[in-house]
């Protein structure tokens, strides 16, 4: 097949989708696919020679990179489209960022409730926030999403599509995130566990807590020191390494004043998370919103004990409570926060949890999740033989 792939940015250090998506464009080109990225910026590292990339001039505005993208996508011969989000002239819409209308929402809840009905109001005059209500309009508007196949990356997604956006569940197909099971395995903590946590200067007794992500705010960080925070009063061997973000002296500064300055760690981007994965001794990851977090399966797939939101995650739904994960109702709820992870301080709980975690990435493998994308190829490449 020739497929269209329509991203923002294809850069596999950008983030989860970045790194899904660069992943998922080498898996086509591998089975034989010929595939066109259309997008504005590309990342560093090779892609394999089948791959055509197509850069549109940079834009800030999302509505004009769509309409940029969509110019280009008319002059290619194409089977299929597929848009990760960034467009809307496609066959195949998966926006990775699930959808925007339930993210605002659900980000309002980080702040307080007078900040929250203060930041409401402001939040829809700024420009910003006007063209992502502009793009996603047009992306969910009829009649141009009567033909399209909506992906939501889990049943939590899914909902908010028929909730927010009004989309018939027959166009919608859940397919949940895959995750690379050879390469996030349990066997590497002979190779870097010992040596990681020597850089880190963390003791074998210290329980590591890991997070990782780039929205450090949105992902929960201020929750996760809180807890550690509280934690280390009650004479826990806590430590926190937090993988990526922005602006790091800011949360350094957060620790520092909750008692963490020598428990907390920002390490920022690092190229490979892997050695991370092996040094941790539980991953704890209290999210206000995630479509279906890659970094939670790559820790289960990396055979550590999870902790996160059961509402908001959609990861969370490949998971029994209690057996395979252990969840909150809310982020917000530091009680019941503070019970899941105290859990993991017992060596016992945190080897069963574990081990229930790979078993579950076993069953969530990547070359499942693009077999399954693969198959909802086959509805437009259908159409158009019909036609």
């Not at 428990?263 to 190229?271: N, P």
Request: proline content about 5%; some cysteine; glycine content about 6%.
């Amino acid at each position: 097949m020739h497929i269209g792939i329509v991203i923002a940015e294809l850069d596999r250090q950008c983030g989860g989708m970045g790194h899904w998506c660069w992943q998922f464009v080498a898996a086509l080109a591998q089975r034989g696919h010929a595939v066109h990225v259309v997008a504005r910026r590309f990342g560093d590292g090779p892609l394999p020679a089948s791959v055509t990339r197509h850069i549109v001039p940079v834009s800030h505005s999302r509505m004009l990179f769509a309409q940029a993208a969509a110019v280009y996508l008319e002059r290619l011969e194409l089977d299929v489209v597929h848009d990760m989000g960034a467009g809307w002239h496609c066959d195949i819409f998966q926006p990775h960022g699930g959808s925007h209308n339930a993210w605002q929402v659900r980000r309002l809840d980080m702040y307080s409730a007078w900040l929250r009905a203060l930041k409401r109001p402001i939040d829809a005059l700024l420009p910003r926030q006007r063209d992502f209500l502009r793009h996603c309009r047009r992306q969910f508007a009829l009649p141009h999403s009567l033909h399209k196949t909506f992906v939501a990356m889990s049943q939590t997604v899914a909902n908010d599509f028929l909730r927010f956006h009004g989309i018939r569940p027959e166009q919608i197909a859940v397919v949940h995130n895959g995750v690379d099971c050879r390469r996030f395995s349990p066997a590497h903590r002979t190779l870097y566990r010992e040596t990681v946590r020597r850089q880190l200067g963390i003791d074998d007794e210290a329980v590591l807590l890991l997070l990782a992500a780039h929205n450090l705010r949105l992902k929960g960080v201020p929750e996760l020191l809180r807890l550690a925070g509280r934690l280390a009063s009650n004479g826990r061997p806590v430590r926190v390494v937090v993988a990526g973000g922005k602006r790091l002296a800011r949360w350094r500064r957060a620790a520092a004043r909750l008692g963490l300055a020598d428990r907390a760690t920002f390490v920022g981007a690092v190229d490979d998370p892997v050695p991370y994965y092996a040094a941790a001794d539980a991953y704890v990851h209290p999210t206000y919103y995630d479509p279906c977090s890659l970094v939670l399966l790559e820790a289960s797939a990396s055979g550590l004990p999870i902790v996160t939101t059961r509402r908001h995650n959609g990861a969370a739904e490949l998971f029994r409570d209690g057996d395979e994960i252990l969840t909150v109702a809310d982020p917000r709820d530091a009680a019941a926060l503070y019970e899941r992870v105290d859990a993991l301080f017992d060596p016992r709980v945190r080897a069963v949890l574990g081990a229930a975690a790979r078993r579950v990435a076993m069953r969530h493998p990547f070359e499942r999740n693009v077999a399954d994308i693969l198959r909802l190829y086959e509805r437009p490449v259908g159409r158009r033989l019909a036609a």
